[in-house]
């Protein structure tokens, strides 16, 4: 038990040595990694400039106004255009040409209107009654039509469309009202139209530019109406949000006085809640054996906006079914061959049960790190709004017939001025989209780039922050020998004054370190979202493993830091000495890192998986209107599952804030552990300072009770 316990391995350093000093985490230290911690101020220095510059420069109402062929804004306050709040396309058949898909601009004239025009006309026509002309000149330009003489003429000059088509707004913007009656597409009750140029057209012509027109419109159509869900069914999901932080509160308190019987009961629980999951499911499929059409694979029935078709086969069902039978047989093999080690990990989780009991406001740490990452999101959404809308209004060459001026930019006041029209009589300046060639506009793609890189090394340096913060408070609980008279009156608040003051350039060196290989995955994940249309077998087997590398990394660099926290928590090194110190150590130990310090996490995420499914299968029970009694209560939604969802993934990370609490508690006792193997060995002189449940587990004792 000995050599096992310390295992002296030169490859991996010299144990510790036993100090009579030593009393937990050190007071007298000095700052660390300063070279970092310099760094890292001008990046936030250079953040704020970057912000003010982006604020000063940038224009949301280019995102929330559709713009016209003039740059300006349809439906803007406090403009000539405030009563034209539609964008209106003078022939939207232009819209199916592929520069739609590669410039995101339709090559015709757009202007801003009071509404969508509701019914058929062409200009020849209007011209023949002034009531129609009185219409019609609503979706033309601003003109004298005393000195226009023709159609013909007002048709070249491009002043107004060649034909009005009956037309719904969507997302600010007249697409044509399109209708299918028995397979056949309509607008109205016509199925062909005339152009306004003497042609006969089919309305399928209309429905290739709408389509083109708005590529995502059946993927908005979903988004306004999980947003319609929202708005019906919010007060029930902060509800079930505040059942989820009331569940995680009452199963922290009883693992304070409970832990054994807890985990047991958590165990068997989650054990039953995906066995009903395998029931419910499996009863749901022989429900559907002889329904017409359940047959249909998910495959052939392809993509459908309203999800709850899918949960009329069969084979959603099954998949279901196939995907809970093996996470539950998962669960019950780790359980059968862990079952000795769960003990020990049990008793880890009493101990830590004890302090976050002595340490109780470190319950209430993960709030500053929720409201320190809301203010990171925020900056950097907000800076990335206005640093994408800070172009300046970009005009280009449009024409129908061959031209050489062709996408070259213009300037629309004095266009008509040029020699360009001479050449291409049809061509038109018109707007194409926000970009600009100065110096702030050349680098603004940099701009992003350092908004994102920045973005993730303050996200990264706040969970630092906070890992390093309740490391120094559970560390200082375990090296107390008389508890809780030998800790510090607030340890949460010590621990986060010596992380400031002194280590702020350590945690910083390791979120950049962290950041650095985040921004590669994200160029990874950009890279291969560009090459999806390639055939390049090589390139994307290439990418692929590159991905699943630096995944791996990310994940090596995150266990590596967490424990690298712990140890400047505790000696005040630096970050490098503390990486290297704690890697060591947990290779001296490797087969109790693997294995307990693993089967506690295991235990952790049970716990987690507990309350989600807990409060997943109510809030299922409860939307469905399958509750007998309140069926009523429940708000009619287009998806149900949209506030299970929501529900599910907010007690998943409720849960998960009240048990990353636990889980740096036992990472930070379990390391102390280990390292209260090494210096000491039970005698009097050199007593452990673990618990009596844990020495009694590993068959040690201390031969007395030592003044400390």
């Known amino acids: 038990m000995q050599a096992e316990d310390k295992n002296p391995d030169s490859k991996y350093g010299e144990p510790q040595k036993y100090d009579p000093t030593f009393k937990g985490p050190i007071h007298n230290r000095s700052c660390t990694d300063v070279i970092c911690c310099i760094l890292f101020i001008l990046a936030i220095i250079g953040y704020f400039v970057v912000g003010i510059v982006a604020w000063s420069q940038g224009d949301p109402r280019k995102v929330i106004y559709p713009t016209d062929s003039r740059g300006q804004f349809c439906g803007q306050a406090g403009t000539p255009l405030e009563n034209k709040p539609f964008l209106f396309y003078f022939n939207i058949m232009k819209c199916a040409s592929p520069l739609v898909l590669l410039e995101f601009q339709c090559p015709t004239t757009q202007i801003c209107v009071e509404k969508c025009p509701d019914r058929f006309l062409t200009l020849l026509k209007a011209f023949s009654n002034t009531e129609n002309m009185n219409y019609y000149k609503s979706y033309c330009k601003e003109f004298d039509i005393s000195k226009v003489f023709s159609a013909p003429e007002i048709l070249r000059e491009g002043l107004c469309p060649a034909m009005l088509t009956p037309s719904k707004p969507f997302t600010r913007r007249c697409f044509p009202a399109l209708q299918t009656k028995k397979g056949t597409v309509s607008v109205g009750n016509d199925t062909v139209f005339d152009d306004g140029r003497g042609k006969i057209r089919n309305v399928t012509d209309l429905l290739d530019g709408a389509k083109n027109a708005n590529v995502v419109l059946q993927a908005r159509q979903v988004a306004m109406k999980i947003f319609e869900d929202y708005t019906q069914s919010w007060y029930w999901i902060i509800i079930g949000l505040v059942i989820a932080m009331v569940v995680s509160l009452i199963f ?28 419910h499911c499996y009863m749901e499929y022989a429900a559907l054996k002889n329904n017409p059409g359940s047959d249909v694979s998910i495959k052939d029935l392809g993509f459908q906006t309203d999800f709850s078709v899918y949960l009329e086969l069969r084979q959603t069902w099954l998949a279901f079914m196939i995907i809970l039978c093996i996470l539950e047989v998962v669960i019950i093999l780790l359980l059968i061959f862990l079952r000795k080690r769960i003990c020990i990990a049990i008793a880890l989780i009493k101990e830590a049960s004890k302090a976050i009991g002595h340490v109780m406001s470190s319950l ?172 390049n077998k090589f390139a994307k087997f290439l990418l692929c493993c590159l991905k699943c590398c630096f995944w791996c990394l990310e994940k090596f660099i995150k266990f590596l830091n967490r424990n690298a926290y712990i140890m400047v928590a505790i000696y005040g090194k630096n970050f490098c000495a503390s990486a290297r110190n704690a890697f060591f150590l947990l290779m001296r130990n490797i087969v109790r890192v693997a294995v307990l310090d693993k089967v506690t996490d295991f235990l952790l995420f049970l716990g987690k998986l507990l309350i989600v499914g807990a409060v997943g299968v109510l809030s299922f029970f409860f939307f469905s209107g399958r509750i007998k009694g309140i069926e009523g209560t429940s708000p009619n939604l287009n998806y149900y599952w949209v506030p299970i969802l929501t529900v599910i993934v907010g007690s998943y990370l409720i849960a998960h804030g009240f048990f990353s609490v636990y889980a740096m508690c036992v990472d930070t006792l379990f390391l102390c552990f280990l390292e209260d193997l090494e210096r000491n060995d039970g005698s009097q002189e050199r007593p452990y300072f673990m618990p009596e449940a844990l020495l009694k587990i590993l068959q040690k004792k201390n031969e007395g009770k030592a003044a400390k």
């Not at 050449?423 to 992003?448: M, S, V, W």
Request: glycine share 6%; hydrophobic share 50%; net charge positive.
């Open 364 to 535: 209430f740490y993960p709030l500053l790190t929720f409201a320190l990452l809301s203010l990171v999101i925020a900056y950097w959404a907000i800076t990335a709004v206005f640093l994408s809308t800070s172009n300046v209004a970009v005009y280009k060459v449009f024409n129908e017939t061959e031209c050489n001026y062709t996408r070259t930019t213009c300037d629309p006041a004095t266009f008509n001025t040029t020699n360009i029209r001479a050449h291409c009589p049809d061509a038109q300046c018109l707007f194409a989209f926000y970009g600009g060639e100065t110096y702030y506009h050349k680098y603004l793609i940099a701009l992003q780039f350092y908004n994102v890189f920045l973005f993730f090394w303050c996200a990264n340096f706040v969970t630092a922050l906070g890992q390093m913060t309740l490391a120094g408070a559970f560390a200082s609980y375990y090296w107390a020998f008389k508890k809780p008279d030998d800790m510090p009156a607030f340890p949460v608040f010590s621990s986060l004054g010596r992380a400031l003051r002194y280590h702020t350039g350590s945690l910083a060196f390791g979120s950049l370190i962290l950041s650095i290989i985040q921004v590669i995955r994200v160029l990874l994940e950009y890279l291969d979202h560009k090459l999806q249309g390639a055939n």
């Open 252 to 279: 922290i308190i009883l693992l304070r006085f409970l832990a054994g019987i807890m985990v047991w009961i958590m165990i068997v629980l989650v054990i039953a809640i995906i066995g009903y999951g395998i029931f």
